[in-house]
Every structure is written in structure tokens, then in C-alpha cells.
């Protein structure tokens, strides 16, 4: 079985400072460590949580309406045979 070893791409020793450590950075590492690329992060997962809650309302909405619907196609007798 072989084993892979994964290596951070990043240098790191005490002496080095933070300007240091991010220049040896790949460009996707500075992309994800900005501040606008976490702002971006969040207003999508904000964004998609309303979104599920407005589609989930919606539907419910529709699923009432369709069993009203149904109910009203039913004859009376048969609602009073339900109930018992």
C-alpha cells in the first residue's frame, strides 16, 4: 500500500513575517485568504439561505392550494366519511 504525503506548499519559520509567508503564496492561496473572497463567500451562503427559504414557502404554498383543489373535487359524503 503506498502512502502519500501531501506538503504545504507554504515556508514557514519563526523568524519570518506575515508579508514574507503570503508572498511564497500560489495565487489561489491569496484568493482565499483576502477579505473580499470571504465577504463574496459569505453574501452567497446569505444568499442561497433566503433562496431555500423563499422556494420552500412557495412550494408549501402550491401544495396547499393543490390539496384545496383536490378536496374540492371530493363529495361531501365521502369528507364525512374521512372524518370518521
Known sequence: MD???????L???????????LSQASLVEKIARSKCFEWFSCC????????IGW?????????????RI???????HANMLKQN
Not at 3 to 9: D, G, L, R
Not at 11 to 21: A, D, H, M, N, T
Not at 70 to 76: G, L, T, Y
Request: glycine letters at 2%; one cysteine or more.
Open 44 to 51: 452567497i451562503i446569505v444568499l442561497n439561505s433566503i433562496f
Open 11 to 21: 515556508r514557514w519559520s519563526p523568524s519570518q513575517g506575515v508579508v514574507e509567508i
Open 3 to 9: 502512502v502519500i504525503v501531501y506538503q504545504c506548499s
Open 70 to 76: 383536490i378536496d374540492a373535487d371530493v363529495p361531501e
Open 55 to 67: 422556494h420552500t414557502q412557495a412550494h408549501s404554498f402550491a401544495l396547499v392550494d393543490f390539496i
